[in-house]
T-cell receptor, first 112, second 117 residues
Framework: AQSVTQPDIHITVSEGASLELRCNYS??????LFWYVQSPGQGLQLLLK??????LVQGIKGFEAEFKRSQSSFNLRKPSVHWSDAAEYFC??????????FGTGTSLTVIP | GAVVSQHPSWVICKSGTSVKIECRSL??????MFWYRQFPKQSLMLMAT?????????EQGVEKDKFLINHASLTLSTLTVTSAHPEDSSFYIC?????????????FGPGTRLTVL
């Protein structure tokens, strides 16, 4: 069965510190992987996506993610967090023509 | 590019009335749109997949007669919550799958907050 796990419900980091949000997936086919960010009361904004090729993908706002097939993971990273990064982050997995499966989300708090 | 809008952004209605929510892809054509429901501090739950020119596909447990979906054009899908009740209060988000190069990416609308009194 397809599923996405985000083990960390809530993470708190200091501004300027590095960040890593974890995502593990279970998917029968070759997955397409996505990270979205949601600010309170807003829709989801695409941060980055992986379809194929280089397993380290760069996204907007200084985020990057690395696909590790052996670990079924697609962790999101940022070297230096800004206060404006505080939001809810969702990992999603899908495949060509199929629906997405979302993780439960990780809430990020940034301490000044 | 790849902007999706929703209207209205919020709506308050009385129990028993119907509410229509529009989802538009502004700068691309979307043969497929998705409707999600999100409860506070929870993830998105897919309600239905809307395909242009055909009937929507509903997820298990979603009442198709209560949540009417119409996808009449390549840029517009509507969700109508019929005979709304307080338990239908939620945040409804649509997304659109872009045709062409990035066809497997979903772009999300800003959401619609529905409150049923």
């Amino acid at each position: 069965a397809q599923s996405v796990t985000q083990p960390d419900i809530h993470i708190t980091v200091s501004e300027g510190a590095s960040l890593e949000l974890r995502c593990n997936y279970s998917y029968g086919a070759t997955p397409y992987l996505f990270w979205y960010v949601q600010s309170p009361g807003q829709g989801l904004q695409l941060l980055l996506k992986y379809f194929s090729g280089d397993t380290l993908v760069q996204g907007i706002k200084g985020f990057e993610a690395e696909f590790k097939r052996s670990q079924s993971s697609f962790n999101l990273r940022k070297p230096s967090v800004h206060w404006s990064d505080a939001a809810e982050y969702f990992c999603a997995v899908g495949a060509s023509g199929n629906q997405f499966y979302f993780g439960t989300g990780t809430s990020l708090t940034v301490i000044p | 590019g790849a902007v999706v809008s929703q209207h209205p952004s919020w709506v308050i209605c009385k129990s028993g009335t119907s509410v229509k929510i529009e989802c538009r892809s502004l700068d691309f054509q979307a043969t497929t749109m998705f409707w999600y429901r999100q409860f506070p501090k929870q993830s998105l739950m897919l309600m239905a997949t809307s395909n242009e020119g055909s009937k929507a596909t509903y997820e298990q447990g979603v009442e198709k007669d209560k949540f009417l979906i119409n996808h009449a054009s390549l840029t517009l899908s509507t969700l109508t919550v019929t005979s709304a009740h307080p338990e239908d209060s939620s945040f409804y988000i649509c997304s659109a799958r872009e045709q062409g190069r990035a066809k497997d990416t979903q772009y999300f609308g800003p959401g619609t907050r529905l409150t049923v009194l």
